[in-house]
C-alpha cells in the first residue's frame, strides 16, 4: 500500500491510509434523496434500508493515478470532495477533491460491491479544512467526462465536512489515516457518463484556487477462459 502525498501550501504532507470510507446518499436535501433512491430503484440499484449511507472500502483502494484500469465500459466517476485525516490535531485534517470510479454494471447488484470494483482517485493538492472553514459552502465541485462537463454545484448540495467529522468522531474513526469521500452531486443526463477519461474540480471562488484529480481509462484485455 502506497502512501498518499498531498502538496498543501507548498509543504508535502504524507498519509497512510488505513481506514477508506465512501458516503452515499449524502445530499443535503434528504428529500431529494429518496426521489433519487426511487430512480436508481427503477434502475434496478438496491434500495438503501437507510440514509445517509456509509460504505467502508479497501484502503489500498485510495489512490492518485494518472491511469485506471477497468475491466469493461459501463464504469464512470463521481465528483466528491475528501477528508484526510493526517495528524492528530484539528488542522491536520485536510480537504481535497476525489473521484470515486464505480462499476455500474456490478452496481445493480450491490451498491457496496461496486465501491469494491474501482479506486478512490484523489487529488495531489490539498487545502486545510480550517482555512476554509467559513466558505465552505461556497466551494465548487465540477467534473468532465471525457472533456464534457457532466457535473457542477457547491458543497452547499452535500452534508457538510463538519457533520461527517462528527459522524467519525462518534465512531471512533477520526484518526489518522481516516479518509472520508463525501459522496457526489446530480450529473447531467444528457452527457455519456461512460467516457475514456475524467477530470474533476474543487474550486474556491474567493481565491480563485482551484485542487483537480485527472485520469484516463485503460480497458483491460477479456479474461482468458
Request: aromatic share 6%; glycine share 8%.
Amino acid at each position: 500500500m502506497f502512501p498518499l502525498r498531498f502538496d498543501v501550501n507548498g509543504e508535502t504532507v504524507e498519509v497512510s491510509v488505513t481506514t477508506l470510507l465512501n458516503g452515499g446518499y449524502a445530499g443535503r436535501s434528504q428529500d431529494d434523496v429518496a426521489a433519487h433512491v426511487a430512480e436508481l430503484a427503477e434502475l434496478g440499484v438496491p434500495a438503501p434500508t437507510s440514509t445517509p449511507c456509509l460504505y467502508p472500502v479497501a484502503p489500498y483502494l485510495a489512490m492518485q493515478p494518472d491511469e485506471v484500469p477497468v475491466q469493461h465500459e459501463r464504469t464512470s466517476g463521481e465528483a466528491e470532495w475528501a477528508l484526510v485525516v493526517a495528524g492528530p490535531e484539528e488542522r491536520d485534517v485536510l480537504l481535497t477533491v476525489a473521484c470515486d470510479h464505480t462499476d455500474r454494471a456490478l452496481e445493480v447488484h450491490g451498491v457496496a460491491w461496486s465501491k469494491q470494483a474501482g479506486p478512490d482517485v484523489l487529488g495531489r493538492q490539498a487545502w486545510r479544512l480550517v482555512d476554509v472553514a467559513d466558505r465552505i459552502d461556497e466551494l465548487t465541485l465540477t467534473a468532465w467526462a471525457g472533456g464534457e462537463k457532466i457535473q457542477q454545484g457547491t458543497l452547499a448540495e452535500l452534508l457538510s465536512p463538519q457533520y461527517w467529522l462528527d459522524d467519525l468522531r462518534e465512531r471512533g474513526l477520526l484518526k489518522p489515516g481516516t479518509v472520508l469521500l463525501s459522496g457526489t452531486i446530480p450529473m447531467d443526463s444528457a452527457v455519456d457518463q461512460f467516457a475514456d477519461s475524467w477530470r474533476v474540480e474543487l474550486g474556491d471562488p474567493k481565491t480563485g484556487a482551484t485542487i483537480a484529480c485527472e485520469y484516463r481509462l485503460d480497458r483491460m484485455p477479456d479474461p482468458v477462459a
